[in-house]
């Protein structure tokens, strides 16, 4: 009788141990996200989270990050005036930037993400932007997408299958170009709790990106650098930058809605330094699919 009860609880502290273990497995250390959180700001609550973790010391490229260029491609920012930025010339005319025009140097999704293969070795990087192109005709290395033979599981239980730098590729209805973003985890996986982000309580595993695209915030904040330093005095300010944002949350459940210069954004305004985590909507998307380049 204590044998079999002994027996009994040895097994039971061993499933007990397994949940443990299983439910605070911790992030790993990535050389796609350190290569990514290399180029947002100072001060990131993500980067403090991912270095107390792993014990990784991420040194930013910039101190205000990385700001979004229409067509901005690596060789533009990095390589002439670092740890300053350069003052570029807009070669292509979009929605928010005008060709001939002045700006910040900044990367747009496709150079910030061509950068991060370039910085980890990956192959094959100068054909990312073919497969932007053309990605609807090219499954093999598509993980899930809006086919129902390739649909994904809920937004809780992409963790189970996704792995950081991994790709979301969306294209918008309407929309002329379309836009790639990184995978990076969890709000659990980088330590949040329901306690810390009450807001976000429902969403701690949802999947996290990594991105230059249309921000609330980096436009006033390269204001206000043009505005303060003569360097960039006769620059324009930007739409954009490199940021963290939550994905497949519902818009109307985030709890700020807001119209900045020609965006309207949907985010939260998380405890952790008033970081704003913008909502990625997967609502009123044309097409989309997660990707792993090989």
Request: with cysteine.
């Amino acid at each position: 009788m204590i044998r079999s009860f002994t027996g009994k609880f040895l097994a039971l502290l061993c499933v007990l141990l397994l949940f443990v273990s299983s439910a605070g497995a911790e992030l790993a250390a990535s050389p796609f996200i350190e290569a990514a959180f290399g180029m947002l700001e100072e001060g990131n609550p993500f980067i403090a989270r991912y270095e107390q973790i792993t014990g990784a010391s991420i040194e930013v490229l910039f101190p205000l990050g990385v700001p979004y260029l229409f067509a901005g491609k690596p060789g533009l920012i990095f390589w002439y005036s670092y740890p300053d930025y350069t003052v570029t010339e807009a070669t292509q005319t979009s929605t928010f930037f005008v060709a001939g025009k002045l700006y910040v140097g900044g990367l747009d999704c496709s150079g910030f993400t061509n950068y991060i293969n370039r910085k980890c070795k990956r192959a094959n990087h100068e054909s990312l932007n073919i497969m932007m192109q053309s990605w609807e005709h090219r499954r093999a290395c598509h993980l899930y997408d809006q086919t129902p033979e390739k649909a994904p599981p809920p937004y809780e239980e992409l963790k189970e299958t996704l792995v950081p730098g991994d790709f979301l590729l969306t294209h918008h209805t309407g929309a002329r170009y379309r836009h790639i973003m990184m995978y990076i985890g969890t709000l659990r996986d980088f330590g949040y709790t329901a306690e810390q982000e009450p807001e976000l309580a429902d969403y701690l595993d949802y999947p996290l990106v990594i991105h230059c695209g249309n921000s609330p915030v980096y436009g006033e904040r390269f204001q206000h650098l043009i505005d303060s330093d003569e360097r960039y005095a006769r620059c324009l300010t930007t739409d954009g930058g490199v940021q963290v944002s939550i994905v497949g949350v519902p818009p109307e459940k985030a709890p700020v809605h807001q119209h900045v210069q020609l965006t309207d954004y949907d985010y939260f305004i998380m405890r952790d330094g008033g970081y704003v985590l913008t909502v990625v909507n997967m609502e009123d998307l044309a097409s989309f699919c997660w990707y792993r380049q090989r």
